[in-house]
């Protein structure tokens, strides 16, 4: 089948410079690829860098049967034909770079976006030269759209663009820019001048003497090619950031530097766009192969399922935005035309084709962390996409010595992972990392405090046990907090049993399970023929069955306000009214209630909790901390799990191999008691199916491997649930949303909108 490829280059016109190199690289995409049962035709037309005459051709060849299009360097030819691709239903691969804002249905782009190039180049300026900028750019949407990205990015960092200056395309004279530049004396220049005047700006920076010299030139679009046309001599000492350098060493590169020159018989310079553009030629055409059509929909749905492996790394095609994820690098022109690479992500960067702001956190994000880095028990580091160290706490500081401002490599995060204890949060533009020591698990010794079933080593955790004693003692409500299955159950029956009433009932409400309009007759009863369907007879409900021993009301924030009305009434005068009648019923019972919500910060944010219930069931409170942060009681809880499957099933496995729980101390348990629980319940039948002890082989792949934290999925998805936490903590520790906000360093208005998007 014969397939036409249209090749929109500009091949004159003021940004041939760089074009006719991608017109050759998508060439010899096509020259070298095997194609199947296809025969591809390139047909090549030069597109002049106009924007009208880019629509016309591309009209044109679509009526010829042109389906597939590769090129239009500037957004303003890509723009111009996209109602074409539209109309024929047709595909444009677009390989250069650009300001992004563009997401279109026929266009896959295959160039860097602000994000994965500028912003890395910004970082990197900042870092290493000062934060007034000068920006010069050809006067068109590239450089204008790209510049306000530098805007907020500088303004985000408490930086500057100190002047932003264009020129018409092709402009040649700019002495008076310089004269300009010297006057303003900026740190760094941003340029995204393109085409022709690259050339006489950075020749025109050379003659003007020394002094300007020293200011650096970082620019998107200076690259191998351009510093030919410049001259090297005049063009060293810059900056530039892409996936691709034609200096990188790597086989697949020199091999492909090799077949290039060959191809045109010249030995000449190789940069990013050409690279961009023999990749997105190539990627298109294997899919036209495999996909077995030309149909730009199914291109893209067999794209976005496969990795590309290149010759600047691996590369995919994002799923939601059309663009590569991809690694990114930052060259220093050299004075023999190349670059030599200064710094390197050393993994993808995804696209973010639109701009909101550069900024990694909002003001209060910000503060959140230094509360929350003042406030844990935990160090708290966050590094950017661009591996840069942007908040450490001083805990973390000493910890891991990680500096403010710093490169991390991946070489740095693994061995911080393997020296301590880390819980990644993965935040949109950074991660999150939450570091403490890894504690030698602690045998129960004589230190570990017992309460009912309760064990525990934990100096935290011990001071709460105390408080469950005296709730034993007394017949104070208690509010038992924690997150789900840390065991709240489990103390309030060990309250029960160490109290007076041990030989009275027991009873266990979960509210959130039952159905709203049946809460009411399961806990106060109800008379024959109360309501329609209800027993015959009618039944008593959980309050009275409780008579002279504890209730347990389980998620107790779950409760119907008008509800908690009721019990507050029942609270307050010790009786149970039935459903149906007007008797009221004297009852003794001790109430025990429990929730993982912040019923607090719930009665703040959305009045879903009543002060005077909530004030009523919290005289005596018990905090339940999670798991991962006593790892010292898991390795006693092991024993005790495996203790209790023993005596269940009557036989089987009654020890960890020493491999095995290592694994089970070391794992963060986001589930708490209940998912070790199910783990070791698992474990122990596996094992006693081969009468072995429990191995690494018996427990889930990942815990199994405890270095295998780059595949766990981080705790918690977001900042903004670090940020919940942190402000429930701060809700918690002060009296009122006046002290809290105090606390936390924000404006109390700024506290009720975030409780308020919480809950
Ligand atoms: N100290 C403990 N020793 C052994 N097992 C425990 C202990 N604490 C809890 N468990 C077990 O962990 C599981 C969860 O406990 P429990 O139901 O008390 O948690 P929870 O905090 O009330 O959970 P949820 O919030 O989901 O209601 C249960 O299987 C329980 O037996």
């Known amino acids: 089948m014969h397939i036409k490829v249209g090749l929109l280059f500009s091949l004159t016109g003021t940004t041939a410079l760089t074009e006719k190199g991608q017109c050759d690289a998508a060439r010899l995409a096509i020259e070298e690829g095997s194609h199947g049962p296809y025969k591809i035709e390139a047909i090549i037309r030069d597109i002049c860098s106009d924007p009208r005459k880019s629509a016309r051709e591309a009209e044109a060849m679509a009526q010829e049967g042109v389906r597939i299009f590769i090129g239009c360097y500037t957004s303003a030819c890509r723009k111009a034909i996209l109602p074409v691709l539209e109309k024929f239903n047709c595909l444009l691969v677009y390989p250069t770079l650009y300001e992004g804002q563009e997401c279109h249905p026929n266009v896959i782009y295959t160039g860097e976006l602000p994000n994965q190039q500028v912003y890395t180049l910004l970082d990197y300026l900042t870092r290493h030269y000062g934060k007034r900028v000068y920006c010069i750019g050809t006067d068109y949407v590239y450089p204008r759209e790209t510049n306000q990205q530098v805007q907020s990015f500088l303004r985000d960092r408490e930086g500057a ?5 264009y020129v018409p395309f092709g402009h040649q004279h700019f002495q008076e820019v310089w004269s300009d530049i010297l ?12 085409g022709k005047s690259i050339i006489p700006f950075y020749r025109d920076q050379q003659r003007l003497g020394t002094k300007l010299k020293k200011v650096p030139i970082f620019s998107p679009i200076t690259k191998e090619t351009e510093l030919e046309a410049i001259g090297a001599e005049y063009g060293a000492g810059h900056y530039s950031s892409a996936s691709y350098f034609q200096s990188l060493p790597t086989p697949e590169n020199l091999a492909f530097i090799r077949r ?34 030309t ?18 790394g691996t590369m995919l095609v994002d799923t939601t935005h059309r663009h590569l994820s991809r690694p990114v690098k930052i060259g220093k022109s050299l004075s023999n035309g190349q670059f030599e690479i200064v710094w390197d992500s050393e993994r993808n960067i995804v696209p973010r084709p639109f701009h909101t702001s550069s900024r990694t956190y909002t003001p209060l994000s910000d503060v959140v962390l230094k509360a929350w880095g003042n406030m844990s028990e935990e160090a708290v580091v966050a590094i950017s996409e661009q591996g840069t160290v942007i908040y450490v706490s001083s805990k973390a500081e000493q910890l891991t010595s990680f500096a403010h401002g710093q490169s991390v490599t991946p070489a740095m995060l693994q061995a911080m992972h393997q020296t301590f204890l880390v819980t990644p949060y993965a935040e949109e533009r950074c991660q999150i990392y ?27 955790y011990q001071r709460e046990l105390e408080i469950a004693r005296i709730a034993a003692q007394s017949t104070a409500n208690v509010l038992i907090l924690g997150e789900t299955g840390t065991g709240k159950e489990v103390m309030a029956e060990s309250i029960h049993r160490e109290s007076d009433r041990k030989n009275g009932p027991f009873i266990a409400v979960n509210t959130a399970l039952l159905p709203k309009d049946l809460i009411a007759s399961e806990l106060f009863g109800f008379v024959d023929g109360a309501f329609t369907g209800a027993k015959k007879g009618g039944a008593i409900g959980k309050f009275e069955a409780a008579h002279n021993g504890t209730i347990f009301l389980d998620e107790i924030g779950d409760m119907p306000l008008e509800l908690q009305v009721v019990l507050l009434r029942v609270i307050e005068s010790k009786k149970i009214v039935r459903l149906g009648e007007s008797r009221e019923r004297a009852i003794n ?38 798991l991962m942060d006593r790892p010292e009681d898991i390795e006693h809880l092991c024993q005790e799990l495996i203790h209790e499957c023993f005596l269940t099933y009557g036989d089987g496995p009654q020890s960890f191999q020493k491999e095995a729980l290592h694994a089970l101390v070391h794992h963060p348990w986001p589930g708490n008691i209940r998912e070790l629980r199910n783990v070791i319940e698992r474990a122990f039948l596996l094992a006693r199916q081969e009468k072995s002890d429990i191995t690494p082989e018996h427990l889930p792949p990942n815990i199994r491997n405890t270095d295998s934290y780059l595949q766990q999925p981080a705790r918690s998805s977001s900042l903004k649930s670090l940020e919940r936490q942190v402000i429930e903590q701060a809700l918690q520790k002060t009296k009122s949303v006046t002290e809290a906000s105090q606390f936390l360093g924000i404006a109390r208005s700024t506290l009720y909108r975030k409780i308020k998007s919480y809950y």
Not at 161 to 165: G, L, R
Not at 260 to 282: C, D, P
């Open 295 to 312: 149909n730009h929909r199914k291109i893209y749905e067999h794209m976005s399922k496969k990795t590309f492996e290149t010759a600047c």
């Open 434 to 460: 939450l570091v403490k020591p890894r504690m030698a698990p602690a045998a129960p010794s004589p230190t570990a405090s017992r309460f009912g079933g309760i064990q525990t080593v934990h100096p935290g």
């Open 183 to 194: 006057s303003q004396e900026p740190d760094a220049i941003f340029s995204t001048l393109v």
């Open 589 to 626: 019972v001790r109430i025990i209630a429990a929730t993982n919500r912040n019923l607090a910060a719930e009665m703040v944010a959305n009045q879903s909790f009543r002060p005077d219930l909530f004030y009523r069931l919290n005289v005596l409170s018990i905090t339940i901390p999670s």
């Open 260 to 293: 290039f020159q060959q191809f045109t018989g010249e030995k000449r310079a190789i940069s990013s766009v050409m690279y961009n553009t023999y990749l997105g030629t190539k990627m298109v055409l294997d899919t036209i192969v495999e996909a077995r059509s």
């Open 161 to 165: 663009v100190i002047k932003e200056q």
